[in-house]
């Protein structure tokens, strides 16, 4: 029997600009916080990128995607 991969991409909102490269220790505790919440769920973080904003409905964030079996 053939296992089902399922995909789930989340963004998680940012203050911090890419540029900048400055992410507060806030941001990243949330974003740890988000991965090992999904990872207990079954999730396994397989990519993300940053989303600058510009015109996008999210605003600035960093969309992560998550896979699992």
Known sequence: MDSVVRYKSE???????????????????EMDELINQRAKEGWE??????MGGGGSDFGRGILLTFKRD
Do not use: A, N, P, R
């Open 11 to 29: 963004v998680l909102k940012v203050s911090f600009k890419l540029i900048t490269s400055s992410i507060s220790e806030g941001e990243v505790v």
């Open 45 to 50: 973080l397989v990519t993300y990128s940053f």
